[in-house]
């Protein structure tokens, strides 16, 4: 089984996006054990190359007690969405003031930021939304050579919503659909067999109940 997950909740509309909030380390560390609580004990680790991610494998370790090293692989970082929203208004004047501090307004223009990157609308895009989708495929590819029985990575939500839309050969446009829907910690779950992937689930927090889901449910 392959077990994705999703970094914990960082720092949106900070200095510094790319380091977890104090809830994104207590999220990391409930989610470890809620796993551990589950059975799942990993025998491959791998993880984005982003401070976030690194940063909620090691809130994970912390309850799992795996003892393992995870393996950096940078194809499973995210897109540069700031970047991307910027190119998409370098020619244009109606860029929103609180376009990367305002939740609504950021992800609803992101939303319409990346159908149009998908349709190669962006001039100059930080990555094309084709590299995109094959660098996401190689980290997949990496994780399915290394045989694992039970792995794990750590990566963010648009590679995450790449991953399932491409597993399910669904239209690109629903990358972007699934990707808002995925908490913070959330887990999706592979099945890795005979060169062929299966989704098993998808947006699990099993870290969360009735008594902590005003604190712990986030999406950014």
Known sequence: MFHLIRHAQASFGAADYDNLSDLGHRQSEALGAALKRQGVMPDAVFIG???RHRQTWEGLERALGSGMTPIVVPEWNEF??????EARYQTRVDKPADLHSDRKTHFRILRDTVLEWQRDEIENPPESFAAFTNRVREARAIVAASDA??????SSGGAIGRTVADVLDAPAAQMILLQLQVKNCAVARFVMAKGQVWLNGFNDTPHIEASNED???TYS
């Open 49 to 51: 190359a982003q401070k």
């Open 80 to 85: 540069d969405f700031g970047g991307l929203l």
């Open 149 to 154: 029985k039970t792995a794990l990575a750590v």
């Open 215 to 217: 604190e712990m449910l």
